[in-house]
């Protein structure tokens, strides 16, 4: 929250009909509620905590990590707060430039919040990777990914497999390993 200044900002972005949590682990932040602004102290890295919260609020529509910038933080959020997140909603994770940051768990470390980003998107193209990435709970559920610098924002919904591999149909004599090929693909297409 840095000092409450995050909440007034929010409050004005999203308007006066938005309900806003905010949670941060110090207590003298409880002075920024109000009606509109609840507050709530834990840790973001206690996944304990986390999974009360999520049950607690319920679904949320506009989820933004603006909390700690070390990496079991930001990953713990994610991974504990996305399911919170509605179909259709939106996740906002900033200040990624400290999986570049050793003092932040970054740097050089293969647990990073990119490097998990990375692996998110395997998750995506599961369907498509074959026995290389199974697919999981994400596969069903993240619609896109939208990088920035030191930002990613993940869309939320319903995510359905693909039903076609191939579209179309040759429009020109195909030549005999061209026409394996395609003949091929349109047995391994699940549509």
Do not use: C
């Amino acid at each position: 929250m840095f000092h409450g200044g995050s909440m007034e900002m929010w409050k004005h972005y999203f308007g006066p009909e938005a309900r806003i949590i905010g949670v941060d682990v110090d207590p003298q932040t409880r002075a920024f509620a109000d009606e509109q602004v609840e507050i709530v102290i834990g840790d973001q890295g206690d996944r304990t905590f986390l999974r009360e919260l999520r049950d607690r609020v319920g679904d949320v529509d506009i989820f933004i990590d603006d909390g700690g910038h070390k990496m079991h933080q930001q990953i713990a959020t994610f991974e504990e707060m996305w399911p919170a997140v509605a179909d259709d909603g939106v996740y906002l994770i900033e200040d990624l430039h400290t999986s570049y940051w050793p003092e932040y768990g970054g740097g050089g470390q293969d647990q990073t919040f990119i490097e998990f980003a990375k692996s998110l998107i395997d998750s995506i193209h599961a369907w498509h990777a074959r026995e290389l990435h199974a697919e999981d709970a994400y596969t069903h559920s993240i619609k896109g990914m939208h990088v920035y610098e030191s930002v990613i924002v993940f869309d939320k919904g319903v995510v359905a497999p693909p039903t076609d591999r191939i579209t179309g149909h040759p429009q020109f004599e195909l030549n005999e390993i061209t026409q394996a090929v395609y003949e091929q693909s349109l047995e391994d297409s699940p549509g």
